[in-house]
């Protein structure tokens, strides 16, 4: 009777055993490689979507809640540290074979990448794929290096350093913004060839020759490169540095001030209309104006200088009278403004104050003043021109004065600068006026006085000098006195 229990026993442990194993064969099942429907993989943040296809068998061995997934390799294609990039919700997948999308991690770059298909039930893994290059451009705009200056030049034997911009200028799209990018220099060959210099954020030129860098993406194509900056090596003398404006040129003023950059040096002067400008002495200035201007950049064994004509696209505009302007009591002056401004407003001022119900491009002033007239430009690039003059009394040379004065002053300041005497006396009277220093020495002997003396410096020092005047009318009245010429 032991003995039979005992061996009842055994077969039933015996059927569990093949029972389970039964079921566990059944649970398996085979994933085959997956085929890639790409050949390369150039992601971005405008795409980003790839697909791949599979077989896996029997259908019948996926459980109700087994999830498919894709993982990414390095880039030479081991697994060891697989990225998972897919992962489909349990039971989504039942049939072979079977199609899956999925996107690319933005870290993506290099040529050896492969993809394998795990199940999570049964568990199950295929083989890697094909390999194929794989990078997502991060950044995938034009940017600027050597501050967009598109020269730069180097002592003899020495080097010139070419950098990649970070900002840089205006609205520069800098890829050192983002740490897991590297980089390729090159130097153009011909037209359209060039061939790889280095690699790295930045290079050092010693030779002569146009070079630029490129965002490396490896057999992607990519619009992720820099503008071309042609090295030169300085011989003797200056060479020209080049100037570039951030802005360009022309430039509107109304999108504020353009930054003129030179190249990079030890220390730099900056001219305007060959003019120095005090204080300008970066690699860089700011200007809202045109004009020509210059610099010169000490480049520690020569120097180097360039010069750029900049001009704004402000409109241009022109005032047909002097700076200043001389009309007689009762008189006026036609202004007239000439522009090229889009929609131009017109605004007068007298002496700083707004002259109103006068919005035109012409006035006619009758008051003495210093007049302005501002034009706007309201389209296009907008912005502003003041044109300024002044209106003086007109000088009368023979004013009606009624004595013979003794006293001038003739310090430029408009009064009392000559001897001014009555019209009687003065030309087309036939009168004689003779003018004597106290020495007895004739300086002034015409019958035809305009009452214009002194006309030239009369060397004054501290004390005031004194002359003596004769005056002899045509019935030869006779008149004397002294002139005292103070400061």
């Known amino acids: 009777m032991y003995y039979s229990n005992s061996l009842n026993r055994l077969v039933f442990t015996l059927l569990v055993i093949l029972f389970f194993s039964s079921e566990n064969l059944n649970a398996q099942i085979v994933i085959g490689s997956p085929n890639l429907g790409f050949s390369q993989a150039c992601a971005s943040d405008t795409f980003n979507t790839y697909s791949t296809t599979f077989v896996f068998s029997p259908e019948s061995g996926l459980s109700a809640s087994n999830q498919f997934s894709i993982e990414l390799s390095d880039a030479d294609g081991d697994f060891s540290a697989a990225t998972v990039i897919f992962t489909s919700t349990p039971g989504s997948i039942t049939t072979s074979p079977a199609t899956i999308d999925f996107s690319l991690p933005p870290t993506t770059a290099g040529e050896g990448y492969r993809i394998r298909i795990k199940s999570s039930a049964p568990a199950a893994t295929s083989s890697g794929s094909s390999t194929f290059a794989a990078y997502y451009k991060i950044q995938d705009a034009p940017f600027s290096i050597n501050n967009l200056v598109s020269t ?15 900002p840089g200028n205006g609205t520069n799209n800098s890829p050192l913004n983002y740490p897991s990018l590297t980089y390729k220099w090159y130097k153009e060959t011909g037209p359209t060839t060039s061939s790889f210099v280095s690699d790295g954020p930045t290079l050092t030129v010693s030779e002569s020759g146009t070079f630029f860098v490129e965002t490396n993406y490896g ?27 951030s802005l360009g040129n022309p430039f509107c003023p109304a999108n504020g001030a353009t930054t003129l950059t030179t190249i990079s040096g030890n220390s730099y002067q900056w001219f305007k209309d060959g003019n120095i400008i005090v204080d300008a002495t970066s690699q860089m200035y700011d200007t809202s104006e045109s004009g020509t201007y210059a610099v ?15 001009l704004s696209e402000l409109f241009d505009g022109s005032i047909n009278v002097s700076d200043i302007n001389t009309i007689e009591e009762g008189e006026s002056l036609s202004v007239n403004v000439t522009t090229n401004a889009i929609n131009p407003e017109f605004e007068w001022y007298l002496n700083d104050v ?3 119900n006068i919005s035109e491009d012409n006035f006619e002033a009758t008051q003495f003043g210093s007049y302005k007239v501002i034009v706007t430009e309201t389209s296009g690039c907008t912005g502003s021109r003041e044109f300024v003059f002044e209106i003086q009394e007109a000088y009368d040379p023979f004013p009606d004065v009624e004595n013979i004065p003794n006293v001038i002053s003739p310090n430029g300041d408009g009064i009392n600068d000559t001897w001014t005497i009555p019209v009687n006396f003065t030309s087309g009277t036939n009168t004689k006026v003779m003018i004597m220093t106290n020495t007895g020495k004739i300086v002034v002997d015409t019958d035809n006085y305009l009452n214009n003396w002194p006309e030239s410096d009369l060397n004054l020092n501290s004390i005031n000098q004194v002359f003596y005047y004769v005056i002899t009318t045509s019935n030869n009245d006779t008149k004397k006195g002294s002139i005292t010429v103070i400061k």
């Open 152 to 166: 730069g030049v180097y002592c003899a034997g020495g080097s010139y350093l070419l950098t990649i911009d970070n």
């Open 296 to 310: 010169q950049v000490d480049l520690g064994e020569c120097m180097a200088s360039g010069e750029i004509e900049l």
């Open 354 to 356: 707004v002259i109103t």
């Open 219 to 245: 057999s992607c194509t990519s619009d992720s490169f820099s503008n071309r900056v042609a090295i030169s090596e300085v011989t003797s003398g200056n060479s020209d540095a080049g100037i570039s404006s």
